[in-house]
């Protein structure tokens, strides 16, 4: 318990810095891939603090990134992100859109690997102006055009990096190796796949995420055995047909707005898995050239979820098929591409128990939830997978924080006193982990 | 003008043969490739009259027979036909439904081959049974369970053999050489083809088809030139899944009975032509074992047609991809089987004509029409290509004939007067264009 | 456990009985509503034995019962039964589908209520002949065309009759009231509600339900937990268009196929429900009248599927709305009738467990099991849900039994062992609490 | 002739003016409705003429204007046409889009109102700009951005002028009156109905258009009989339903996206026609709001045509109660705009052969054509149904000319040579009707 009190009292020290961080990166918010500028400092702090950082292709698989946005987006990214302060350096090692960071501490040869996992993007979303709203009344709302931090990803990136400075400090204590994740683009759940097979978590004994809010609407909460993430696949799907007079000549046109209308509905009616939950969205259709032409080209955003990896799988055959047979149908090409995907995942009971305990241990909670449904998708599943998958434990946790909107609205902000219960359950397990104290 | 008038004398002289011989026929109506015991009287008439008699793998090609019925269904037509008076020698012949005759007589070694095409076959009708309906009230009713000559046939096939007695006694008169052909199978479209691939018309310089009635309801009228034959295709299209409890496991099913939906919609979806009238029906469509069991099956009855072979073809082509795309959407197989079809066709102009000369010049109509739009299918389009094809001319005549109620409805009936006219006009032009009277 | 010793030992004597009465009445399937004879030898039994008797309208609400068959087919059903050694006293009364029984026996006024449910009907099924099958192989394989006990129901009304005998007996010993239910037409889950809304379980304390197999599949086995029945609804869906000639004027047509052929792809396209298990299945379609006509009139039989009542509500409320729209959307009638139904169910905690304490008790069984997923329907849901809704408690037990093949295939067949197993657990259970035992 | 010759011979002088006109009006191109400085110097040079002249709402019905540009777009184009030279006493009577003109010169009291119609509109399209495209080689092409002159209206409006002024200085030559109406938003067929409401053309015997190439690709050509314009009718179709989250809660979205998706493929399945053209597009469809969102809107820009206006009565009949079915499918709102339309027409035979008569009497063309299919849509149907329906008489004619491209085509152009002849055709023949010369 004496390195506990210690990590608590480090954590409530770092508070005005805590706040003062997660402004900076809340005014300048940078969808998926596009974290140059938050990488950056994320960079410069860890080496400041002493980690060895990797990054760029030391840190990601190129091959297996999905939805990076095309070459003149990340370009116009990194020019403002220089223009906002960035270092030179770091953002020509991520030049390509390559923004993950992997911090490591050896503490010492023996003991197990921890990682903690943080995520650092923000959302598509045009942040609201007006006085009701706490970022723009105090003036760190969004710098950046239809971008916010409409999710906590600033709150999660500060965490991590008050958990790297304590860690720092605390060194002659621990033992082990300690490795702090910042990845890029988990909305769209597109970056922790790339991680994942770039082999950043192969060496990890026990892998830790967290997030704020969500089914945690309550700050002092906190929830340590998320279940029922939900496997996903994004897909972008186009058809190109032929265009035709659609008085004239219609029978030379090739209909891509019909492949497309029928793979819509012919998706939807895939039949339920009886296994568990199973999913299908087609989310966005756009299609055609205009009124009087017959419709030559469409695309399609879909996902598929499936309650275990095995029933997303189910799904993706099912959507694959029914996509082609649908180009098929209005004799049109079809070409589908993977834009993100994310695993099913469990906690590793004991290390979700583990957790129980610690929160009880350092007595900041006032409502402690074991089970929770999550019901949605996030990629930290990719890591936690993986780590299990080597014998490895893994866990997930909520965060609770009071909310002023749900997330990915404009209107989002979260209590920043959330920061602070996060950065000491988070440290407080690790470090229990490091030291070997849940044996 | 002498041979004209000995003709009508002549037929004049048949009305009551005429009469009793459609009456019999019309007693026992029998349907597509079952017409064992009208054949069988044919064959013998036609014998008697001193033609060359051809019929069973002689007149037709067993391969390019389509929508023949199964094996029990021929048998026990062939076993009533025998118990209603046919001829077993001619039944022999015919057996397996090649019911089809050809008959040829040769009046000089030079000169034309005219062909006359008649139809035998009856309707999948019940006829009515009460004292309005002239049939029952006279006692010559159908007398086989749910068979009807519903759509004139027994007429037609009663003045081919009236034509055909009528040449026989003219014999020394005319020149070139006759072919009388009558056809099984008409409705559904299915005869025509098997004769016209046996090389039954390759010789022929002149082809004349007739039918009562149709778009010609009153007696004493005659289209000369009638148009618009759409060109059609009839497909039966079996679909065939795997079955699973819809509550239990409805994954492991492959739905047919979607597979069947998803082509129905997509069928009648198929773009319009801009050069012609186009058409598809899905006429039937019964799929599935069970409420609660995915539908593991389904059979679609449907037909294309179009304004031209083209267009019919165009649709057919379009059709087969639908299907099969839609087997693959639901990852079912499909076997699809050609049941009918039939040609687009337009009369030679120039033998139009003529016939139109030879109706002014017998005045025996009151109303010669030239043109007139068919809009609908006929087989006897198979043959008029064919003979066009290699050089000759082909007509299509409509003769008027009051009518009980519509083609195909089970108080169908027309005034048997239709028959001498029929007899005439086809009778005098055949005996003109053996004897080049139309040159 | 004197009583319990008791039971055992007259279940033991009956074995020869219940085997002879099995076999009578599976060599006499009745299929659903039509139960003539079956419920006339279970009136007989049950009178004889001193029970209360009712049937007719007595026992069934006409006006709820779903999925009747008509006239003729009752008539000769009713008939059959006379032939057959049914009581035509009972079946007088049981005219027109009428076959539910009532049996209630009052051992003192004071005392709780407790029913007994066990269902009569057969299935559409033709039972195989072969040597191999044992009931062909000794004698008593199905003397009716189409229809077969396939399901086990032969054996639930076996063991009925023997525990209301045994009941007779113990007459002295026991008190409260028994009711025995013997319900017509489970098969399509049809008859419950008609009994249901007839009162006849308003006063049951406790309800008690079984069925041999399912996921039971060796004798000696118990499970006293079934849970997730899943709520079903079952609708024939009639649309009726208007014909027309689909090459002359398909205009003039209202395509009641198409409106079919639509509905079907929308309704499995229904959105999955988040809150548990959701299944739509159209299991059959039937269309059109003739290849070359707008389909005109088409049949679809439905169900709908919720892991609750309320997710079936919602399948149902959908369903609905689209079949509506469907047709519609082809300017087509539409008609749907509810011809079966069941609600969702779970066994009451407290009678499951002690239900286990008796299959304990009693150590007659090799493998007792709590919770078994039942992933299907069944119709004894509505007695369950309503005797729950009055504060009683209700289970449903499954009872092991060596299969011969799946419930509903034609070779199935059950080790009649089991009834002996079914007697004795239903019995003790009931007269424990009869008894309250229990509390 | 003497008239004739004259007229030539002013058509002959103005040539170099026509080719000044067309190439200003070319290099500044103004979409439907927004046309403000192209109807301004219309206006300012009709006034000059000496025509009464009238604009704004004495020319247009506010009510029957379709597919008008939002207000942002209307207010952008009136201050382009400023900043362009057009003439703010007009633009203010036009505000809202009222860009339509009527001018009419009385010759005398008796005798004719004969009407011209011109569309000064240009298209969507973004003029390619490389030395092979001559009027970006000579310095005349667009200014404009996203719109061009590629359907030769230039050229229509130009023609219009020359004719005014040679009626204009023909006043004392001629008897009654001429109507010359300037029509905006041809393009999508939106403009000529608000004219015709408005009354513009109540009192016209005579009503003549005009179209450059189309079918009459080379110069010196004419045809004098165009038919089958096919009746349209252009609608956007708002569909408005709930988002919800794909994966938390789809049962709580309405489908928007796939209420379009239904829609779309039941419009294209509306049964064919039997008495002519009938045709139907989605040209386009957008939809939804995001991958992992339930689509909440849709919009889908859609056309029906008939061979007759009749025909596509039906279509619109059809396509309406589709659309509000695709809606009721899925629960959501929907919404349908009428955007444009044209009636189906066809020349008044008399008044076709008269321009026929006129053609060859002025010697001018080289191949002078009868009939001429359409096979398309153009609102100046809607004036020559009305004049047809007052009991006038009503023609359109095509005008040859070599063309660089298509129609609607980025690099089109046209040989300005064919604006003499469209003059004087044009011009011969209103002058002949005028002074009765066709009777």
């Known amino acids: 318990m004496r390195l506990e009190k210690k990590i608590i009292a480090m954590a409530d020290d770092m508070r005005p810095e805590l706040v003062r961080r997660r402004r900076d990166i809340h005014a300048h918010p940078e969808p998926g ?11 410069d702090a860890l080496t400041q603090a002493g980690y060895l950082v990797q990054t760029g292709e030391d840190a990601i698989k190129k091959s297996a990134m ?10 116009a990214a990194q020019k403002r992100a220089l223009e906002q302060g960035a270092n030179p350096i770091w953002v020509e090692k991520m030049a390509g859109g390559l923004t993950g960071i992997i911090a490591t501490m050896v503490f010492s040869e023996h003991g197990p690997t921890v990682a903690l996992r943080f995520d650092m993007d923000s959302n598509d979303v045009s942040e609201v102006q007006n006085e009701q709203h706490r970022p723009y009344r105090e003036g760190f709302s969004s710098l950046n055009a239809n971008a916010m931090h409409a999710c906590g990803h600033d709150g999660h990136t500060t965490v991590g990096l008050a958990i790297a400075q304590i ?15 910042f990845q890029p683009a988990e909305e769209g759940v597109r970056g922790a796949r ?5 082999g950043d978590v192969d060496d990890v004994d026990y892998m830790l995420g967290a997030h704020f809010g969500l089914k945690m609407k309550q700050t002092g909460g906190i929830a340590c055995n998320v279940k029922g993430f939900l496997a996903t696949s994004k897909y972008d799907v186009h058809f190109t047909g032929v265009p035709a007079h659609a008085g004239a000549a219609p029978e030379t046109g090739k209909n891509a707005l019909l492949a497309a209308a029928c793979a819509a509905l012919n998706l939807h009616a895939i039949a339920r898995h009886s296994e568990g939950v199973s999913r299908i969205n087609v989310g966005t259709l756009c299609a055609g050239s205009g009124r009087n032409i017959i419709g ?13 990896s095995a029933i997303n799988q189910y799904m993706e ?7 082609k047979a649908a180009a098929q149908m209005y004799d049109v090409a079809v070409e589908t591409e993977k834009v993100g995907g994310a695993a099913g995942a469990n906690n590793t009971p004991a290390l979700a128990k583990y957790i129980h305990q610690q929160a009880e241990k350092i007595g900041i909670f006032n409502n402690i939830l074991d089970d929770c449904d999550f019901g949605a998708s996030e990629d930290c599943s990719y890591f936690m997978e993986q780590v299990q998958a080597h014998g490895g434990q893994a866990a997930y946790i909520l965060i609770g924080a009071d909310l002023a909107a749900g997330h990915h609205d404009s209107h ?10 996060s950065v000491k359950i988070l440290a407080c397990t690790a470090a229990g982990l490091l030291l070997g104290d849940n044996k």
């Open 33 to 43: 891939w596009t974290e140059f500028r938050t990488a950056s400092l994320v960079a």
């Open 66 to 75: 999905m939805g990076v946005p095309d070459a003149t987006t990340l370009q």
């Open 167 to 181: 860690f720092s400090q605390l060194k002659p204590e621990l033992q082990g190796t300690v490795k702090l994740i």
């Open 194 to 198: 790339a991680m994942v097979e770039n």
């Open 296 to 308: 030559d080209k469409a695309l399609m955003k879909i996902e598929t979820r499936g309650g275990t």
């Open 317 to 323: 055959t099912e959507a694959q098929r029914i996509i």
């Open 412 to 421: 989002f902000d979260f209590d920043e006193a959330a920061m602070g219960y």
